[in-house]
DNA sequence: CTAACGTGTAAGCAACTTCTTACGCATAAG
DNA sequence: CTTATGCGTAAGAAGTTGCTTACACGTTAG
């Protein structure tokens, strides 16, 4: 069968509350597998397997040190999706002007110039 | 055997390419069901399943007009995602504008968490 | 009325997910 | 060396997904 393409990949990797956890969790710093998964209710292969999955999306990177393997975040794998979200944003802008106020705080920053102001 | 999450639904309903192509199809322009339906080379209810998909995740509204359905967006569903996903880029953007500061203090306190402080 | 159309649901099936336990392998420690 | 630790993979159970065909139900046409 076809392989996935890579939006599929990305979303559905996701679509789950541990991996996006597992995210926001190496957001701040990089850990090492058992590390994470002491913060996980399931088994330490569940959380292997969660990484797994996170690698295959290009989102978490893992490296050998020594005895331990860190694992760091990937974000701009996120890139593709995000875009993909303000593409159907950019079609609706006169009706999601209340999105402003949902998003201002997050996305309004000098270092990016993927959200114009709109027309007021 | 527990519910899904609000953003996992929303995640998996995105994690499909007919779905995506689903979504932007009926950005700006309401269709019937039998006219997406044949945009597709799946049977009919293949493509009504997905639309079950998309209106579980509140992505699709669908209206009987007499006879025919008419299938059009609800975009605020997006709301969510298109939040946490921007949440991981700011919150890396923040580490990178903070590494300077990280690296030219001694001590670090949680004072300045706050986005205004960080400009060259 | 009867027939055709637009649509959703049911049942079934193959493929994929998400967890488990058991094991293998490399590195570190005694 | 021998043992413990960190990690991955294998195999299997249980649930979910994405399709199919068959059918039911309401709406429109003749």
């Given at each position: 069968?076809p392989?996935?393409?890579?939006?599929s990949?990305?979303?559905?990797?996701?679509?789950?509350?541990?991996?996006?956890?597992?995210?926001?969790?190496?957001?701040?710093?990089?850990?090492?597998v058992?590390?994470?998964?002491?913060?996980?209710?399931?088994?330490?292969?569940?959380?292997?397997?969660?990484?797994?999955?996170?690698?295959?999306?290009?989102?978490?990177?893992?490296?050998?040190?020594?005895?331990?393997?860190?694992?760091?975040l990937?974000p701009?794998?996120?890139?593709?999706?995000?875009?993909?979200?303000n593409?159907?944003r950019?079609?609706?802008?006169?009706?999601?002007?209340?999105?402003?106020?949902y998003?201002?705080?997050?996305t309004l920053?000098?270092?990016?110039?993927?959200?114009?102001g709109?027309k007021?």
């Amino acid at each position: 069968m076809p392989p996935k393409d890579p939006l599929s990949i990305t979303f559905s990797a996701l679509a789950d509350p541990t991996r996006r956890d597992i995210v926001a969790r190496l957001r701040g710093k990089p850990m090492t597998v058992s590390a994470l998964a002491e913060k996980y209710s399931m088994s330490r292969p569940a959380v292997s397997q969660h990484l797994a999955v996170l690698e295959r999306a290009s989102l978490v990177e893992r490296d050998r040190r020594g005895q331990w393997i860190e694992c760091s975040l990937s974000p701009a794998a996120l890139d593709p999706a995000t875009e993909w979200l303000n593409q159907q944003r950019v079609t609706w802008n006169e009706r999601l002007d209340h999105l402003d106020d949902y998003l201002s705080r997050s996305t309004l920053s000098e270092n990016h110039r993927t959200q114009e102001g709109r027309k007021s």
